[in-house]
């Protein structure tokens, strides 16, 4: 009796480590087909294999249904204009393009100064540009195949629903989609990556489109731009002026550049608020970012109307942090500072319909 429970103890350790072995193959072999570097197919484990296995195949799903209709129209076009021949299918992933696609990728990447992102309609992420390291200190292979929700800012939450929602209106058109969240960030201030369990708070400005698809088997998803807050390339110019405001968005100081390109001295705006200045239509706009940076401190503007003195407007977008007011005394370095706003505000535009006066300010010519 003894031998034979031996005998059978050792079968079931063979047939054991050999389920292993076969599970391990599998699963090696299926890392060898992810189209990701081979220095990280061999440090993933199998739940991230699993992961990013799965978030490859509903990518390619996405992407094979939005090309399919392309490709009816194209005759077999790829995306970059090369004839696609019987039986390939676009590339559609940074792993399986070729040396001059991906260095036109890189090129579009560093324009933009920020990573490109595709949730589904769960939040669930389904690709991420490989620059994602460079901004969010995490990679690609770290996020892809999670939930946007498990790094996103408690407080964001509901917002980035809505905007993962589906509308009655947006059946029938891309829904723009512009705004702006908090999520997990790897790198410290001087730029080093650090512990997730560390990790800070990196605000992101969101912009893109929902692209609804309305037959029930096609997949929606939300596409988008993320460029991190502030804006490395937030530079001054003859079409820029600073302003600061305090937390109700009054004026408390404007430089000179404001009198060339709005015509009001930067004396009588002194005590203002900048609502006063915005055109009736776009108030929703500048209520939403002063939202934005009572709530995350940062924020980009959509674009808006401001008032020129004399008549018309001009179309203008306002980057803005919340910083101190005054500089913190070494003595008193635990008291409350006060607050306030810092905008750099870009003239996009010359003055439109400059006959047109929307304000009594506006009647005072320059």
């Known amino acids: 009796m003894t031998a034979d429970k031996e005998r059978r103890r050792a079968i079931s350790r063979e047939a054991a480590k050999k389920r292993r072995q076969v599970e391990s193959d599998v699963f090696g072999d299926l890392s060898r087909l992810l189209p990701v570097q081979p220095s990280v197919q061999a440090n993933l484990d199998k739940p991230s294999i699993i992961r990013l296995t799965i978030s490859y195949i509903r990518m390619h799903t996405l992407f094979k249904v939005n090309t399919g209709t392309n490709a009816e129209t194209s005759h077999g076009a790829s995306k970059y204009g090369r004839p696609l021949g019987k039986g390939e299918e676009p590339q559609v992933c940074d792993g399986g393009w070729g040396h001059a696609e991906k260095e036109e990728t890189n090129m579009y990447l560093s324009i933009l100064d920020g990573f490109l992102m595709v949730l589904s309609t769960g939040g669930d992420v389904i690709y991420l540009s490989d620059n994602v390291n460079k901004y969010m200190g995490l990679t690609q292979t770290e ?170 407007y001009v179309w203008v977008e306002s980057h803005s942090a919340v910083i101190p007011s005054v500089r913190p005394s070494k003595s008193r370095r635990s008291s409350h500072q006060p607050l306030s706003i810092l905008c750099v505000t870009y003239v996009l535009s010359g003055v439109e319909e400059p006959s047109l006066q929307l304000s009594v300010d506006q009647t005072v010519n320059r």
Not at 300 to 308: E, T
């Open 143 to 312: 996020l892809m195949g999670h939930n946007i929700f498990d790094f996103a800012h408690p407080c964001d939450l509901e917002e980035i629903r809505n905007n993962l929602r589906l509308m009655a209106e947006d059946v029938w058109s891309d829904a723009k989609r512009d705004f702006v969240m908090r999520i997990k960030s790897g790198l410290t201030n001087r730029g080093r990556s650090s512990h997730l369990k560390t990790a800070t708070w990196k605000v992101l400005h969101c912009r893109g489109r929902l692209n609804v698809c309305a037959s029930p088997s096609s997949a929606s998803c939300l596409l988008l731009t993320c460029r991190p807050l502030p804006l490395s390339h937030t530079l001054l110019s003859t079409h820029t002026f600073t302003s600061q405001h305090s937390m109700d968005m009054r004026f408390t100081y404007c430089d000179q550049r404001v009198t060339l390109l709005l015509g009001y001295s930067p004396e009588e705006l002194l005590g203002r608020s900048i609502y006063d200045l915005c055109h009736m239509l776009d108030t929703n706009c500048l209520t939403q970012n002063h939202l934005n940076l009572c709530w995350k401190s940062q924020s980009v503007s959509s674009q808006y109307r401001m008032l020129v003195r004399g008549g018309g």
